[in-house]
């Protein structure tokens, strides 16, 4: 599971979002998926404002492909954070598969 935090560049948390399974699709190794192919289930990846548009496009392609409903939702609100992100100075969006579980924030 990759969870999904908005957050401060000081360290900040201002939101967050997590589904289990999501790194079957968040997870891209392909050069069309420039930033979604630097996440993986095995580090952490922090993705700076200037970003996010790319970060959106890319996840705006993934959820168009999905079939659940529910990975659609999780997607969505990725989006959110990413729009949030986009326009908070100083802010930053970190996925990283080492979350403990039974922390806030799934979907």
């Given at each position: 599971m990759i969870t999904i935090i908005l957050e401060t560049v000081e360290g900040a948390e201002l939101d967050r979002a997590s589904r289990r399974g999501n790194e079957e699709y968040l997870c891209r190794d392909a050069p069309d998926f420039p930033r979604l192919s630097e996440v993986?289930?095995?580090?952490?990846n922090c993705f700076a404002r200037s970003d996010m548009p790319e970060?959106?496009?890319?996840?705006e392609r993934i959820r168009d492909g999905l079939l659940d409903p529910g990975a659609v939702d999780h997607v969505d609100r990725i989006l959110g954070l990413c729009r949030r992100c986009d326009s908070l100075p100083g802010s930053v969006l970190s996925f990283t598969p080492f979350e403990e579980?039974?922390?806030g924030g799934q979907d």
């Open positions: 993986d289930a095995c580090s952490y970060l959106a496009r890319e996840l579980s039974g922390q």
